[in-house]
């Protein structure tokens, strides 16, 4: 079993930044994937950023060119570092990591972005 622990979320300005981390404990197997998702109140949750087994790094449409996924493979350690921070990326967000056949995620980190 894998614990996911989040932090680095916080208020910020628009066009600053953040940077999350998520840090994985416990079984830790070969990823099969790892990831980013955000959820907004009264929003589904959607999928934000994810890095393949192959190291491949995909993005959402909406924060293609700002954010960027990183994973720390000695720390176990997943980050999203998050550039020209708009209002619309206000949500909080989710850390997500595949593990063999599991699935598991991080409690969630609130990201405010207001002037």
């Known amino acids: 079993q894998v614990q996911l622990v989040e932090s680095g979320g916080g208020l910020v300005q628009p066009g600053g930044s953040l940077r999350l981390s998520c840090k994985a404990s416990?079984?830790?197997?070969?990823?099969?994937?790892v990831g980013w998702y955000r959820q907004a109140p009264g929003k589904e949750r959607e999928w934000v950023a994810s890095?393949?087994?192959?190291?491949?790094?995909s993005y959402a449409d909406s924060v293609k060119g700002r954010f960027a996924i990183s994973i720390d493979n000695a720390e176990n350690t997943l980050y999203l570092q998050m550039n020209s921070l708009k209002p619309d990326d206000t949500a909080v967000y989710y850390c997500?990591?595949?593990?063999?056949?599991?699935?598991?995620w991080g409690q969630g980190t609130q990201v405010t972005v207001s002037s």
């Open positions: 997500n990591w595949k593990t063999g056949p599991y699935e598991y």
């Open positions: 416990g079984s830790i197997f070969s990823f099969r994937s």
């Open positions: 890095i393949s087994n192959g190291a491949r790094t």
